[in-house]
Nanobody, 126 residues
Framework: QLQLVESGGGLVQAGDSLKLSCVAS????????MSWFRQVTGKAREFVGA????????YYADSVKGRFTISRGNGASTVYLQMDNLKPEDTAVYFC???????????????????WGQGTQVTVSV
């Protein structure tokens, strides 16, 4: 059973940076792309970006392109989301997720994610 645990959220000011981590365990996580989503209360979970199983390719939503960077480390069990130049509209709970059908970095749908972490809150003040 694959398990995902996010950490690194917090309260920052607009323009600041924050780095989230997602640690995978209990499954063949190195075979799959890892994704990041975010969700504001009352709204649908939104795709942020993804990284391929190899870590060599990434894909980002237009809203974060150029500000957010996804990377893999620590034997591929850890995925990072480096968030720079944060804006108040980035405020959300951030989740990492795995779709067992997708090994490549591409846009993903929350509906097809098989495993989710518990989420970590990011709040950006003006």
């Amino acid at each position: 059973q694959l398990q995902l645990v996010e950490s690194g959220g917090g309260l920052v000011q607009a323009g600041d940076s924050l780095k989230l981590s997602c640690v995978a365990s209990g499954g063949a996580y190195s075979r799959y792309a890892m994704s990041w989503f975010r969700q504001v209360t009352g709204k649908a979970r939104e795709f942020v970006g993804a990284i391929s199983w190899s870590g060599q390719s990434t894909y980002y939503a237009d809203s974060v392109k150029g500000r957010f960077t996804i990377s893999r480390g620590n034997g591929a069990s850890t995925v990072y989301l480096q968030m720079d130049n944060l804006k108040p509209e980035d405020t959300a709970v951030y989740f990492c997720g795995v779709d067992l059908q997708i090994p490549t970095a591409q846009r993903m749908s929350a509906r097809t994610i098989d495993y989710w972490g518990q989420g970590t809150q990011v709040t950006v003040s003006v």
